[in-house]
């Protein structure tokens, strides 16, 4: 019989879901703490959460923001949460911003705070920092498990990978929607392309657009370059967006993009997603021992199955693993 | 018959000896009264010239009575609303011969309006006034922190003003390159030459680009662009330095903007010895280390400041009281009328020491200028952080080196038994507290200000001053008459603000890494590792510069030591109110909260912190570590408070402040050294 969700941690959910602040901080760490008893606690606020479907509907859409350092990330988040906040009155938003580690230290200097500037006391925003902790992907080891959290809790989650550069396919995995910010004429739409980070994003943004001129440049020479590379090829073309986080020039279009075009995750998304991050955590771990004995075990399994928890997915799948070792 | 090379002689061939440089005392404190009987006080002692430090909120564009103003108002400056202030400030001082240097950058022509609308209200005529208005952009940026607009808006403001001087207060420096602060944060005597040299030609570049000055005019610009240097106790390479700085000014002017007057290539400069390497230990020593900083400006004739101030031998306790203002300001006196300094030429000329020294920095100035050049400039190298890095990271190593003993400073890592010094006795123990009560009469100036003036012209002159923010047109003018219109400081500034917007420049904390690699490191990281194991996540150190104190190089500092040490640390920038802090250390769910407070408001913030915790449900959960300039008078206060340790500028061993935290958070003693990395 799986452990029933503890006193205080019940406690806990019920005053972040109300967005009090210090709660909700402390039940992101319980969700990102990692030690002995750590996950047992994690596996019981899921399946508390997923049992009480109706008090913490899983209505968040997950928003992945992806580019160049340097490229405007933070600031225009900034400017996309707050017009959010300013457009609906009712709607709530987090952003999750991630960091690297230093591979000599461990220690992570977390600075995306410095980019934005949010409302003092207003529940309905929220911003946390995380670094990767090592996790190659541009996102962390624990993004997924936070974000599977905040999309309870929140309308709206926007995820800031590190940068751009190393296998931004995580991010996609992680988000609805993403997108991939670029700076004006920055010279690197091409990289993008050799490196095949183009194939990543829903949309494109060329921020610090604060010259007229020089951002209308740079958005032809974005659309050439995308149809050289027959990007969207199967469809429409992708949208660019030009955006100011200086002026808040085009954030508007830009957030009314993002409410109209970000798709509720389906029941079968979350399970694909699950079955991602589930196979990426057992590789880290494991290498392609453990991913095989993974494949095996989810082949077996009965389709209604697909219903289990991630957490009950994730045990029987150590288990099997550690059965096979012995 | 040739002359004996030792004698100095005037333009007749008659033995003569130079005027000396202008003296000044870098003053301003609690208000507009108590700060014009300090300037009375100091020139009737000998003073020549003033040098106006004014408040926070002030340099910030904050009038008084602003929400961020509050623990700042009159703390490290004298704090200016309006032109009623400007009256009572220079009361009694005849503003017509006076020479007038205002540490004002990003409000500064604000305030040069203000002082141009007193004198055309007293009946002097513009053209009289004399004086400096530091204004430079580049150096808030990096090192000082007092900027509001972004770069672009903030140079045509600077243009601006040497436009409008130019002819209308012909005498005036519109603005001073500042390689001061950037000493002060950390760089090296060639960092120094070529920061300040790369910034003067950006700035130059502004000038001619703006495309309406003849070459004429456009000379004479060059010829009022003045210097504000440091000078360090390594005072022989300090007296090259400022050698290099003459020649490398001269090459460029001429070079590159085909300036043909000799006389508007000289480097004119103004110097305030360096403050940083003062120590709180043996406060007493800090007197010799002043003297001999000015004599690494003063000793070449060919390199001599144009005007000096001094700081006092108690800056790193706390701000200067008059009596130790004088103490410095007599130092000058004696260095310039009792010696024979100014008797004679030059003295180096034709040594081959000095002159392969001054060729040694040229050219390793040079070297880097053209990185910043190849950058695209200042600008481009301060907006991509690369300037900031390059502080932070010498900034590292100068403390690396003090930590290793490689770097010897006396009372401080060598020959640290010492007698209490006497200096320190008294009933004030040796320093200044400005009287907090004195808050309330420049309040009260500032209503009394908007219940006189007329709301119809100040809201008109505004207006103009939004719309040719807009226009583009000189800006100069339209400042004036808001002066005169009794619009305040925080008018003004909200009023560009609204064009202009507001800047967020890099930290110094992107990209940095400690090279230190020392057995200390490796206990403090085991120390960190067996907490991240017992708690399952790592110490997470929130570190928050709160109010208007700009200088963020000591908090950017303790945020890489931690990296360094294994801590996650989430960085907001400075200029935070205290409850922005609390909200960033909450929503992060902190293990330890570090402020930093170098204006003296620490008392004042520690309160609004703790309380504002409390208010969050998150006092008990969250500890906080304060650092700054604090008085050991102050600290049993702040631990009454709830401040649980409390780091002051002698702590200057990183990994000694980490080991401290790590108490505070309860990290065990003599951790293991962990096999493997947790998890």
Same mark, same amino acid.
């Given at each position: 019989?799986?452990?029933?969700?503890?006193?205080?941690?019940?406690?806990?959910?019920?005053?972040?879901?109300?967005?009090?602040?210090?709660?909700?901080?402390?039940? !992101?760490?319980?969700?990102?703490?990692?030690?002995?008893?750590?996950?047992? *606690?994690?596996?019981?606020?899921?399946?508390?959460?997923?049992?009480?479907?109706?008090?913490?509907?899983?209505?968040?859409?997950?928003?992945?923001?992806?580019?160049?350092?340097?490229?405007?990330?933070?600031?225009?988040?900034? *400017?996309?949460?707050?017009?959010?906040?300013?457009?609906?009155?009712?709607?709530?938003?987090?952003?999750?911003? !991630?960091?690297?580690?230093?591979?000599?230290?461990?220690?992570?200097?977390?600075?995306?705070?410095?980019?934005?500037? &949010?409302?003092?006391?207003?529940?309905?925003?929220?911003?946390?920092?995380?670094?990767?902790?090592?996790?190659?992907?541009?996102?962390?080891? *624990?993004?997924?498990?936070?974000?599977?959290?905040?999309?309870?809790?929140?309308?709206?989650?926007?995820?800031?990978?590190?940068?751009?550069?190393?296998?931004?396919?995580?991010?996609?995995?992680? =988000?609805?929607?993403?997108?991939?910010?670029?700076?004006?004429?920055?010279?690197?739409?091409?990289? &993008?392309?050799?490196?095949?980070?183009?194939?990543?994003?829903?949309?494109?943004?060329?921020?610090?657009?604060?010259?007229?001129?020089? =951002?209308?440049?740079?958005?032809?020479?974005?659309?050439?370059?995308?149809?050289? =590379?027959?990007?969207?090829?199967?469809?429409?073309?992708?949208?660019?967006?030009?955006?100011?986080?200086?002026?808040?020039?085009?954030?508007?279009?830009?957030?009314?993009?993002?409410?109209?075009?970000?798709?509720?995750?389906?029941?079968?998304?979350?399970?694909?997603?699950?079955?991602?991050?589930?196979?990426?955590?057992? =590789?880290?771990?494991?290498?392609? &021992?453990?991913?095989?004995?993974?494949?095996?075990?989810?082949?077996?399994?009965?389709?209604?199955?697909?219903?289990?928890?991630?957490?009950?997915?994730?045990?029987?799948?150590?288990?099997? !693993?550690?059965? *096979?070792?012995? | 018959?040739?002359?004996?090379?030792?004698?100095?002689?005037?333009?007749?061939?008659?033995?003569?000896?130079?005027?000396?440089?202008?003296?000044?005392?870098? #003053?301003?404190?609690?208000?507009?009264?108590?700060?014009?009987?300090?300037?009375?006080?100091?020139?009737?002692?000998?003073?020549?010239?003033? $040098?106006?430090?004014?408040?926070?909120?002030?340099?910030?564009?904050?009038?008084?009575?602003?929400?961020?103003?509050?623990?700042?108002?009159?703390?490290?400056?004298?704090?200016?609303?309006?032109?009623?202030?400007?009256?009572?400030?220079?009361?009694?001082?005849?503003?017509?011969?006076?020479?007038?240097?205002?540490?004002?950058?990003?409000?500064?022509?604000?305030?040069?309006?203000?002082?141009?609308?007193?004198?055309?209200?007293?009946?002097?005529?513009?053209?009289?006034?004399?004086?400096?208005?530091?204004?430079?952009?580049?150096?808030?940026?990096?090192?000082?922190?007092?900027?509001?607009?972004?770069?672009?808006?903030?140079?045509?403001?600077?243009?601006?003003?040497?436009?409008?001087?130019?002819?209308?207060?012909?005498?005036?420096?519109?603005?001073?390159?500042?390689?001061?602060?950037?000493?002060?944060?950390?760089?090296?005597?060639?960092?120094?030459?070529?920061?300040?040299?790369?910034?003067?030609?950006?700035?130059?570049?502004?000038?001619?680009?703006?495309?309406?000055?003849?070459?004429?005019?456009?000379?004479?610009?060059?010829?009022?662009?003045?210097?504000?240097?440091?000078?360090?106790?390594?005072?022989?390479?300090?007296?090259?330095?400022?050698?290099?700085?003459?020649?490398?000014?001269?090459?460029?002017?001429?070079?590159?903007?085909?300036?043909?007057?000799?006389?508007?290539?000289?480097?004119?400069?103004?110097?305030?010895?360096?403050?940083?390497?003062?120590?709180?230990?043996?406060?007493?020593?800090?007197?010799?280390?002043?003297?001999?900083?000015?004599?690494?400006?003063?000793? $070449?004739?060919?390199?001599?400041?144009?005007?000096?101030?001094?700081?006092?031998?108690?800056?790193?306790?706390?701000?200067?009281?008059?009596?130790?203002?004088?103490?410095?300001?007599?130092?000058?006196?004696?260095?310039?009328?009792?010696?024979?300094?100014?008797?004679?030429?030059?003295?180096?000329?034709?040594?081959?020491?000095?002159?392969?020294?001054?060729?040694?920095?040229?050219?390793?100035?040079?070297?880097?200028?053209?990185?910043?050049? %190849?950058?695209?400039?200042?600008?481009?190298?301060?907006?991509?952080?690369?300037?900031?890095?390059?502080?932070?990271?010498?900034?590292?190593?100068?403390?690396?080196?003090?930590?290793?003993?490689?770097?010897?400073?006396? +009372?401080?890592?060598?020959?640290?038994?010492?007698?209490?010094?006497?200096?320190?006795?008294?009933?004030?123990?040796?320093?200044?507290?400005?009287?907090?009560?004195?808050?309330?009469?420049?309040? %009260?100036?500032?209503?009394?200000?908007?219940?006189?003036?007329?709301?119809?012209?100040?809201?008109? @002159?505004?207006?103009?001053?939004?719309?040719?923010?807009?226009?583009?047109?000189?800006?100069?003018?339209?400042?004036?008459?808001?002066?005169?219109?009794?619009?305040?400081?925080?008018?003004?500034?909200?009023?560009?603000?609204?064009?202009?917007?507001?800047?967020?420049?890099?930290?110094?904390?992107? +990209?940095?890494?400690?090279?230190?690699?020392?057995?200390?490191? @490796?206990?403090?990281?085991?120390?960190?590792?067996?907490?991240?194991?017992?708690?399952?996540?790592?110490?997470?150190?929130?570190?928050?510069?709160?109010?208007?104190? +700009?200088? $963020?190089?000591?908090?950017?500092?303790?945020?890489?030591?931690?990296?360094?040490?294994?801590?996650?640390?989430?960085?907001?920038?400075?200029?935070?109110?205290?409850?922005?802090?609390?909200?960033?250390?909450?929503?992060?769910?902190? $293990?330890?909260?570090?402020?930093?407070?170098?204006?003296?408001?620490?008392?004042?913030?520690?309160?609004?912190?703790?309380?504002?915790?409390?208010?969050? +449900? @998150?006092?008990?959960?969250?500890?906080?570590?304060?650092?700054?300039?604090?008085? %050991?008078?102050?600290?049993?206060?702040?631990? %009454?408070?709830?401040?649980?340790?409390?780091?002051?500028?002698?702590?200057?061993?990183?990994?000694?402040?980490?080991?401290?935290?790590?108490?505070?958070?309860? #990290?065990?003693?003599?951790?293991?050294?962990?096999?493997?990395?947790?998890?």
């Amino acid at each position: 019989m799986p452990a029933a969700l503890d006193e205080p941690t019940r406690a806990l959910l019920a005053r972040a879901a109300a967005l009090e602040k210090h709660p909700l901080a402390r039940l !992101i760490s319980v969700v990102e703490r990692d030690h002995p008893g750590a996950r047992v *606690r994690r596996a019981a606020l899921f399946r508390h959460l997923a049992a009480h479907a109706e008090t913490y509907p899983r209505r968040g859409r997950v928003i992945g923001v992806t580019g160049t350092p340097g490229a405007g990330k933070s600031s225009l988040i900034g *400017r996309v949460a707050l017009e959010v906040l300013a457009t609906d009155p009712t709607a709530s938003v987090a952003v999750l911003a !991630i960091d690297p580690t230093s591979p000599t230290s461990g220690g992570a200097l977390l600075g995306d705070r410095v980019r934005t500037s &949010f409302p003092v006391g207003e529940r309905r925003i929220y911003f946390r920092s995380q670094a990767t902790q090592g996790d190659l992907g541009g996102v962390g080891r *624990r993004t997924f498990a936070v974000s599977r959290l905040l999309r309870h809790l929140f309308d709206f989650v926007f995820v800031e990978t590190v940068g751009i550069g190393q296998s931004e396919i995580e991010i996609s995995a992680l =988000a609805d929607r993403t997108l991939l910010v670029l700076q004006p004429l920055g010279g690197d739409h091409v990289q &993008f392309l050799k490196a095949g980070v183009m194939e990543v994003p829903d949309a494109f943004v060329i921020n610090k657009c604060d010259e007229a001129a020089l =951002a209308r440049r740079s958005a032809h020479e974005l659309r050439t370059a995308l149809e050289c =590379a027959r990007i969207g090829a199967d469809g429409a073309p992708l949208p660019v967006f030009l955006t100011s986080a200086v002026s808040g020039a085009g954030v508007p279009e830009l957030t009314d993009w993002l409410r109209r075009e970000t798709p509720h995750q389906t029941r079968d998304g979350q399970r694909r997603q699950e079955r991602h991050f589930l196979r990426r955590a057992i =590789a880290e771990r494991y290498g392609a &021992f453990g991913v095989a004995i993974l494949d095996e075990m989810t082949a077996a399994a009965s389709p209604d199955g697909a219903a289990a928890l991630y957490e009950d997915v994730e045990a029987a799948a150590l288990d099997a !693993i550690a059965a *096979r070792v012995r | 018959m040739t002359r004996p090379a030792h004698l100095l002689v005037d333009k007749d061939g008659r033995p003569t000896r130079d005027a000396p440089w202008i003296f000044r005392t870098y #003053a301003g404190h609690t208000n507009v009264r108590a700060s014009n009987t300090l300037y009375r006080d100091n020139l009737s002692r000998g003073q020549t010239g003033l $040098s106006i430090a004014f408040d926070l909120p002030t340099q910030c564009g904050y009038s008084s009575d602003h929400g961020l103003a509050g623990p700042e108002i009159g703390k490290v400056g004298v704090p200016v609303n309006s032109l009623d202030d400007f009256e009572l400030l220079f009361e009694g001082i005849p503003i017509e011969t006076i020479n007038t240097s205002m540490t004002i950058n990003a409000t500064a022509m604000w305030l040069l309006s203000l002082y141009v609308a007193l004198a055309e209200q007293r009946g002097v005529s513009p053209t009289a006034l004399q004086g400096t208005t530091q204004n430079d952009l580049v150096k808030e940026y990096l090192a000082r922190g007092t900027y509001i607009f972004p770069p672009k808006p903030s140079m045509r403001l600077i243009v601006d003003m040497y436009e409008y001087c130019l002819h209308a207060i012909p005498r005036w420096n519109a603005s001073n390159i500042c390689s001061y602060h950037l000493q002060e944060a950390g760089a090296t005597p060639t960092q120094e030459l070529a920061f300040a040299l790369a910034n003067a030609a950006s700035l130059l570049d502004a000038i001619e680009a703006r495309g309406t000055f003849s070459h004429d005019d456009f000379e004479r610009c060059v010829g009022r662009v003045s210097f504000f240097t440091n000078a360090g106790i390594r005072f022989v390479e300090e007296m090259c330095k400022m050698r290099a700085f003459a020649e490398l000014w001269d090459e460029i002017t001429r070079d590159r903007y085909r300036v043909q007057t000799a006389k508007y290539r000289l480097f004119r400069y103004g110097v305030q010895v360096n403050s940083l390497g003062l120590t709180e230990e043996q406060p007493e020593n800090n007197a010799w280390r002043i003297l001999i900083e000015a004599l690494g400006v003063t000793l $070449s004739r060919k390199a001599r400041c144009r005007a000096l101030q001094l700081p006092t031998w108690n800056e790193a306790l706390s701000l200067p009281r008059p009596w130790d203002q004088q103490w410095s300001l007599r130092l000058q006196q004696i260095l310039a009328y009792e010696t024979d300094l100014l008797e004679y030429p030059d003295l180096f000329d034709g040594s081959p020491v000095v002159a392969a020294k001054v060729e040694a920095l040229k050219e390793a100035a040079r070297a880097e200028m053209k990185v910043i050049a %190849e950058m695209g400039g200042v600008l481009e190298a301060v907006e991509s952080g690369y300037l900031k890095s390059a502080l932070v990271r010498s900034q590292a190593e100068r403390l690396a080196r003090i930590n290793a003993g490689d770097t010897l400073i006396v +009372g401080r890592n060598r020959w640290t038994e010492a007698l209490p010094s006497p200096l320190l006795g008294g009933d004030d123990g040796g320093i200044f507290r400005v009287d907090a009560a004195s808050a309330a009469e420049t309040l %009260e100036m500032l209503r009394a200000t908007r219940s006189r003036r007329s709301q119809g012209e100040v809201d008109a @002159a505004l207006k103009a001053l939004v719309d040719g923010a807009r226009a583009g047109t000189n800006l100069m003018p339209l400042s004036i008459a808001c002066a005169k219109a009794r619009v305040t400081t925080g008018e003004w500034a909200a009023a560009l603000r609204s064009v202009f917007g507001e800047y967020r420049p890099a930290t110094g904390v992107d +990209g940095q890494h400690l090279a230190l690699e020392t057995p200390r490191v @490796a206990a403090v990281r085991a120390r960190v590792e067996a907490w991240a194991r017992a708690h399952g996540q790592r110490p997470r150190l929130v570190v928050g510069k709160p109010g208007l104190d +700009g200088h $963020s190089n000591g908090s950017e500092m303790i945020a890489v030591a931690a990296r360094h040490a294994g801590f996650d640390v989430v960085y907001g920038g400075i200029r935070m109110t205290p409850a922005e802090i609390v909200q960033s250390a909450v929503e992060e769910d902190a $293990s330890v909260l570090g402020l930093s407070v170098l204006s003296g408001s620490h008392l004042e913030v520690a309160k609004l912190v703790l309380d504002e915790l409390a208010a969050q +449900g @998150a006092r008990d959960a969250i500890p906080v570590v304060l650092g700054g300039i604090v008085p %050991e008078g102050d600290m049993p206060a702040l631990r %009454e408070l709830g401040i649980r340790a409390i780091f002051t500028p002698r702590d200057f061993d990183l990994m000694d402040v980490m080991d401290r935290i790590l108490d505070v958070i309860g #990290a065990p003693h003599d951790a293991p050294e962990p096999r493997v990395a947790s998890a």
